[in-house]
């Protein structure tokens, strides 16, 4: 039992579990489809969001479940879960520039706005993909966490550019997928306000 225990409690176990949703993405390219690029779109950035949705899930989690170990394990992992956001982000666009070719950067492509909001929060993952390790956290101090909180921006721009896809035909799976973390974010400011008003009485 201590073995199962040791085994995924180990970061290459967690990794592994975080890779599954890319093997039958690999596999699709694998085939020679020519249509398999095009097919990643879809789930990269669902898979995306997903974990990214997760990863913001564990704060308020952790505050609302005192008494469990699952969300304070998942809290040392939480990490972990923001770095395969962004590779799942980073295939999301990486598919989207191969099956697009020039014309993505084109005025006409670029101005969308389910576009545009695809872009900016990606490019804000970048910095919080890059400091995520512990020499970053250590360099710049109580600035990580300031850096860190531009994930909120981040999530609400990949909420919009769900939502807008296909005429906004998207807003509905990403409610589904927002909409838990919007009510465990809105429990976790009304909780650090109670803790406020506690020790001010």
């Known amino acids: 039992m201590s073995s199962l225990s040791d085994t995924f409690n180990r970061p290459v176990t967690f990794w592994a579990l975080l890779s599954l949703p890319a093997i039958p993405m690999i596999a699709g390219l694998a085939s020679g489809d020519p249509r398999a690029v095009h097919g990643l779109l879809h789930p990269t950035g669902e898979f995306a969001a997903r974990f990214l949705i997760f990863s913001m899930m564990i704060t308020p989690l952790t505050m609302l479940f005192k008494g469990w170990r699952g969300p304070r394990w998942l809290m040392k992992r939480r990490r972990y879960l923001g770095v395969a956001a962004f590779a799942y982000a980073m295939l999301h666009a990486i598919s989207y520039l191969v099956d697009k070719g020039t014309v993505a950067f084109a005025s006409s492509e670029i101005t969308k706005f389910y576009i545009w909001t695809g872009w900016i929060a990606f490019l804000i993952f970048v910095p919080l993909a890059v400091t995520s390790s512990d020499g970053w956290v250590r360099t710049l101090g109580p600035r990580w966490k ?9 999530a609400v721009l990949t909420l919009l550019h769900w939502a807008a896809l296909h005429n906004w035909g998207g807003v509905g799976p990403a409610l589904a997928h927002f909409l838990p973390l919007a009510g465990l974010e809105v429990y976790r400011l009304w909780s650090t306000y109670h803790r406020r008003q506690l020790r001010v009485a």
Do not use: D, E, G, M
């Open 146 to 154: 300031t850096l860190q909180r531009f994930v909120y921006l981040a």
